[in-house]
């Protein structure tokens, strides 16, 4: 198992950047996002312009990509009348769109610069919630048993596996349950893989399901093959006191993708701009001070973004 994975890069560099968001990205492709499947629609219609997301993020200095899986699960594809067998493929495939574009780009690369540069591919695991596509990803708001939670995510990490992700990125979790059934079904079914757990919060400091974040933080240090703890999908404003919270509950690297400010209505599925956005310039070196350490965008970031925290870090 190689546990030390992100542990072994961030000795080697302060910090590692995420790439941003995919659906923000996808839309100005002219991917049509707004269904069940969300940016995985494009899994289906237009898997070209994935991979050309997944570059401008490389380019614009990312060491991470996500995988375009994170809405993307076998029942939800036969929800949108995929075969049992097309559903596994676009899973499969979101992992090899992520690797062409890191291929690709790590080719203009000199060999030097090459093997000192970490290019990783996480595979997403989004939250029971993301497949309900009603925002129960924000409320935490549902309930299964473990083995049930299980079920679902089993055949999406096996796919990711399959198709040779770095580690897994669960994220945008909400609901404390599944997070630890998700732990035990890593440690038992994929004890290759790493993982990074991060949690959808409130502004209190709290899970979207009541769970005091700290809490949460300090449960997980018992398994070292979650390797970073953090949140994402919360306004950039929260991050440095979340930060704070966390890195009194481990000493797990802390992995933080905000989005852009910008306010979500899961009912309308719309955007409200942010007017005040303070620049990832100014605040990626508090979160780095508070103890941040793998850092990136989340909805509505883009590769402009990512570049400026790419420039940030590595001043």
Known sequence: MNNDLLKNWLEK????????AMATELEKRGVDTDNELWSAMA????????????RSYFDAGANIAITDSYQANVPAFLKAGLTAEQSGKMIFDSVKLAQKARNDYAETLEDSVRQATPLLIAGSIGPYGAYLADGSEYTGDYELSADEYKGFHRARMQLLEEAGIDLFAFETQPNF???KALADLLTTEFTGIPAWLSFSVTNKAELCDGTPLKDAVDYFNQ?????????????MDNIEGLVKVIHDATDKPIVVY????????????????????VPFSELVPKWQAAGASLIGGCCRTTPDDIREVAETVRK
Request: with cysteine; charged share 15%; proline share 9%.
């Open 13 to 20: 560099q302060s910090s590692l950047v995420l790439d941003g």
């Open 43 to 54: 899994l289906v219609h237009d898997p070209q312009a994935i991979t050309d997301v997944h």
């Open 177 to 179: 349950e599944e997070t």
């Open 223 to 235: 398994y070292p093959n979650i390797v970073a703890i953090g949140v994402n999908c919360t306004a």
């Open 258 to 277: 905000p989005n852009n400010g910008d306010t979500y209505d899961p009912k309308t599925k719309t955007w409200q701009t942010n007017p005040h956005v």
